[in-house]
């Protein structure tokens, strides 16, 4: 079993950054597929972006392409999103997750097997 924790959350204004962090303890981190989602109020929560054990591929979604981008440290046992030009529509609740199967649709959030308990991130139009 993994344990996550995300920091980093808050308020920016609209065109800024932001980076968020996932801290991973228990089992061998890189094991681990992780993937950042997002759920908004009153919305059903969303894929975000995810990267691969090895830290070799990620994928985003459509609405964040070319703005996040996410990257993993092995060593701190951490993964990072990093948000630039945020736009308000960011706003939600963000968590991280892990996924430890052969298997993975990393789009998926039924495919995950732990998570955090997400930070907050509001922009500010």
């Known amino acids: 079993q993994v344990h996550m924790v995300e920091s980093g959350g808050g308020l920016v204004q609209a065109g800024g950054s932001m980076r968020l962090s996932c801290a991973a303890s228990?089992?061998?981190?890189?094991?681990?597929?992780m993937g950042w989602f997002r759920q908004a109020p009153g919305k059903e929560r969303e894929f975000v972006g995810a990267?691969?054990?090895?830290?070799?591929?990620?994928w985003f979604a459509t609405s964040v392409k070319g703005r996040f981008t996410i990257s993993r440290d092995t060593a701190k046992n951490t993964v990072y999103l990093q948000m630039n030009s945020l736009k308000p529509e960011d706003t939600a609740v963000y968590y991280c997750?892990?996924?430890?199967?052969?298997?993975?649709?990393?789009?998926?959030?039924?495919?995950?097997?732990?998570w955090g308990q997400g930070t907050q991130v509001t922009v500010s139009s």
């Open positions: 997750a892990a996924d430890e199967d052969a298997i993975w649709r990393y789009s998926s959030v039924n495919d995950y097997d732990y």
């Open positions: 228990g089992r061998t981190f890189s094991r681990y597929n």
């Open positions: 990267v691969s054990r090895s830290g070799s591929s990620t």
